[in-house]
């Protein structure tokens, strides 16, 4: 069996919105729970309990809300990274994620050789985006 990594992002109230826009932006299967799916009643049922996107290029990405009596922070010191040589996909995702977006690096060719770009989307999470170029390969 092989074991996964995988971002798991706390929101406040807007976990199924923030999912439905992944899935836009990566396509693939989303699956979300309520907590009103696992018995709980009244304020907060219809609130996401766990959600799980699988994008056909093979990520896992998991999200739920955070209840109201517990802390959050937007956020919070997590950054999902996207990397590989796909650079049609990659400038994409960096694309629709960048509607709405504080876009904090631009897209571009850095002192490397990849193109990297980072950004806090709409709903607070953070991004980079690293696009490996053939220069960059050759010399790894």
Known sequence: MTSRMNPY???????KDVLEFYARVFGGELTISTFGDMGVEGAGADKVMHGMLKTPS???LMGSDTPE???HTP???ITISLSGDDADDLRGWFAALSKGADVTLPLAVQRWGDEF????????ANWMVNIATSQARAQA
């Open 69 to 71: 009596q517990m802390e």
């Open 9 to 15: 992002i706390p929101f406040r109230d807007t976990a």
């Open 58 to 60: 093979g990520f896992t």
């Open 117 to 124: 770009g980072m950004l806090t989307d709409s709903f607070g």
């Open 75 to 77: 956020g919070g010191n």
